[in-house]
């Protein structure tokens, strides 16, 4: 029996022992696995990073070879190279044909602005044609006559016409600024030239995040730091050693640890038409630096390990289960329920008919956040607005952020419209209040969208899928909160079948068209401008509404492509008018998401110069709630657009938000007073105190005013007294296509001859 108690416990001994050692390895490996999975998702983040890094730079490069070769097939060029008589004497002799030459070349800032620092013309033996500096032409006594010593000039020839070379980074003798060129051989009829302009090296600087991820540009050759996100931009490079292992190794792309960062890299090598050899690198400090140097793995760390494990353990499990649990049903960041959670507290909610509302609420502006601070800032914001939203809903309601975005969904259990309503009220209102994120001051605005149970639904999805629908009117018509209504329920499948018809009717010949509605001056009688008005004629359904479809592309990242095509119908038309002519401004609907789109400008300049139109023949129309969705981003573009001599106008003034203080900043030439207030303005006093204060205003402010819905005689006196500029409406024309509004035009022009008083219309 003794022997026998001896091998039990000796059992026991080793039973402990061997579960001692296994949970000694459990530990070891559990923290090994941790740390492999941190540095896993480190690596993935930083490559994520540096693809987004790699194809900007690229697109950076593939612009200026776009531009080089739109610029190149200016024909200007090619009429200097054939004129009679040499380089000198042409320069000598100026003219119309050199300030053409000059013109093509300044438009460059244009399009590039603040980033175009030199740009020349040169002929085959290097001698300078023209030369222009910050978009200003020097003099002809200080043309070079050595371009053809600069070390793009060599290069470029031997490539030959209609190819763009791209010479190595250097300090630009006229702008002292690192810089790179883009330069490309003009031909015509055995003549040749080249056409050469300098991009500024710091276009490629890449912001730091708050994070220490930074992004740099490397000299492939030296391993010097050209562009970097903590220092100055320089064309030789700065004394930073730290990517020099990675110059050595040779490779084209990969990740490594230098010292104590981790860096993501990928090689861009020189190619017969760029001299540049550049690493783009990512890197941010490298994952667990000082837990390694504080690990230790003797065996008396791991035993008292072992033991604090076995001690607990229990808890632990038990911890470990309730996590799962957590993150199975809640959102990660914000800790609030996620969207299955949501659902099954709305599902009992709900059991036995139960009345209860949801509401889904959508911080406005969250994008910019993320876009223009960064993503780290993005999630602190959706923190605060989650924290805000708990704190402020009554007891018993439930908060959940449902979906990756920034939707917020809140189920109140028991409550009518009216109380659905005064909830979403005081939510958004709590919102709207500042915002302190790392010592910034971020102002959102939010909508929301409200459905109700039974009547809107009986189910949780059901109830999601109404209250998004509501959020999404209350977008469109800019309204706080907004209930849902079957009759405007745009989530439907006639609607996602009616957005495929749009996208391929773009693309086809004959199914969307322009008709243009002229405008007309009070004083004078003379058409002034004409507005284009885009007709759908549905192969299928027939002639489709502007209001059925337009709003629907505003919801989507369809309405981008439709202005393109507008403007392109719009701006070739007007062209054509130009060239017979008679020159008539065209105006064109702007959207919202079109004008706070970056690369907007450079889109709608682009158009203009391949097709020839001046930038005074066209004008864009904005509404006053596309310029307040985010003014500055607004006022940023509108500027651009307003330097470059395009005109602006407000639409449908009276029917926005706008505050007059926003409004004599906006860079705009017209305001046009809304068609509601106009066609009521002879029979109500209000509308006619509207429009006179309307007027006034903006003569006050230096804007010609345009009046919509004009349609009688009445109208047309009462606006002329009001000292009204413009007027647009049935009255003198309906929409007319472009040959109707040819015969329109000659007949209404052969009753208003130059100096005649205007009839009475």
């Keep these: ?23 000694v390895v459990s530990v070891f490996t559990s923290a090994l696995t941790a740390r492999d999975r941190e540095e896993a998702a480190q690596d993935y983040a930083l490559d994520l990073a540096l693809g987004e890094q790699v194809a900007a730079v690229n697109n950076y490069f593939g612009r200026s070879r776009a531009i080089a070769q739109v610029l190149a097939d200016n024909p200007v060029f090619a009429d200097f190279l054939q004129a009679p008589g040499t380089t000198r004497e042409k320069i000598a002799a100026g003219g119309p044909l050199l300030q053409r030459v000059v013109d093509a070349l300044a438009y460059l800032e244009q399009l590039y602005p603040g980033r175009v620092g030199e740009a020349c013309f040169a002929d085959i033996d290097g001698q300078q044609i023209v030369r222009v500096v910050d978009g200003v032409p020097v003099k002809a006594a200080d043309l070079r006559r050595n371009e053809d010593g600069s070390s793009y000039f060599a290069p470029t020839l031997k490539l030959g016409p209609q190819r763009v070379y791209q010479a190595k980074a250097y300090e630009s003798p006229d702008t002292h600024q690192p810089v790179i060129s883009n330069s490309i051989v003009v031909a015509a009829s055995g003549h040749a030239g080249m056409v050469h302009f300098e991009i500024a090296l710091d276009s490629f600087r890449m912001p730091a995040t708050t994070g220490g991820r930074t992004a740099s540009i490397v000299d492939a050759g030296t391993g010097r730091v050209k562009v970097d996100s903590r220092a100055a931009t320089s064309a030789s490079g700065n004394d930073v050693q730290t990517f020099q292992p990675l110059v050595k190794s040779g490779d084209l792309a990969g990740m490594m640890t230098l010292g104590d960062r981790r860096v993501a890299y990928q090689r861009l090598p020189p190619t017969q038409t760029t001299a540049n050899d550049w690493y783009v690198v990512v890197s941010e400090p490298a994952y667990g630096q000082s837990w390694t140097r504080g690990f230790s793995v003797n065996s008396i760390a791991l035993l008292l390990g072992a033991l604090l494990t076995i001690l607990i353990s229990v808890v632990s499990w038990r911890g470990h289960l309730r996590s799962i649990r957590l993150a199975a049903s809640h959102d990660p960041l914000t800790g609030l329920p996620n969207r299955a959670e949501f659902a099954e507290r709305t599902n009992a909610v709900l059991r036995g008919g139960r009345p209860a509302v949801t509401l889904i609420i959508n911080p406005r502006g969250f994008r910019n956040v993320n876009d223009v601070l960064g993503y780290q800032h993005g999630d602190q914001l959706l923190t605060q607005v989650a924290r805000r939203l708990s704190e402020a809903v009554p007891d018993g309601a439930t908060v959940a952020r449902i979906g990756g975005a920034d939707d917020f969904a809140v189920l109140l259990p028991g409550a009518d419209l009216a109380e659905g309503r005064a909830a979403a009220e005081t939510l958004l209102a709590v919102l709207h209040r500042t915002f302190l994120i790392d010592d910034l001051h971020v102002d959102v605005e939010a909508n929301a969208g409200l459905a109700v149970a039974p009547e809107h639904g009986t189910d949780a999805e059901t109830l999601l899928r109404h209250a998004d629908a509501a959020l999404h009117l209350a977008k469109e018509q800019a309204t706080g909160v907004q209930r849902y209504d079957a009759a405007n329920d745009t989530n439907t499948a006639d609607r996602l079948e009616l957005l495929g018809d749009l996208r391929r009717a773009i693309g086809a010949d004959d199914q969307l068209s322009l008709q243009y509605q002229p405008k007309i001056s009070l004083a004078t009688g003379r058409v002034t401008g004409a507005e284009a008005l885009i007709r759908w004629q549905h192969p299928t359904r027939g002639r489709m509404a502007p209001d059925r479809f337009i709003p629907m592309a505003e919801s989507t990242s369809l309405i981008r492509p439709l202005t393109s095509h507008v403007l392109e119908m719009a701006v070739c038309q007007a062209k054509k008018w130009a060239d017979r002519g008679t020159p008539i401004p065209v105006a064109v609907n702007v959207s919202t998401r079109c004008l706070l789109d970056p690369g907007f400008a450079a889109q709608v300049f682009g158009l203009l110069y391949r097709t020839g139109l001046p930038a005074s023949l066209l004008r864009l129309e904005i509404t006053e709630s596309a310029a307040m969705a985010d003014p500055d981003r607004a006022l940023t573009m509108l500027r651009a657009l307003h330097d470059g001599g395009i005109g602006l106008s407000v639409d449908d003034f009276g029917t926005g938000h706008s505050s007059m203080t926003y409004l004599q900043h906006l860079p705009v030439d017209e305001l046009k007073i809304d068609k509601s207030f106009v066609q009521a303005m002879t029979d109500s006093h209000g509308d006619a105190v509207l429009v006179r204060t309307a007027i006034t205003l903006a003569h006050n402010l230096g804007l ?55 009839r009475q219309i």
């Design 1 to 23: 029996m003794i022997r026998w108690a001896t091998v039990v416990r000796q059992a026991h001994a080793a039973g402990f022992l061997i579960g001692l050692l296994v949970l």
């Design 704 to 758: 010609s005013v345009v009046a919509e819905g004009v349609e009688d005689d009445a109208t047309v006196a009462a606006l002329r007294e009001l000292g009204c500029d413009v007027a647009q409406g049935y009255r003198f024309a309906r929409p007319l296509s472009t040959t109707d509004f040819d015969l329109w035009l000659a007949d209404y022009r052969a009753g208003h001859t130059v100096g005649a008083a205007p």
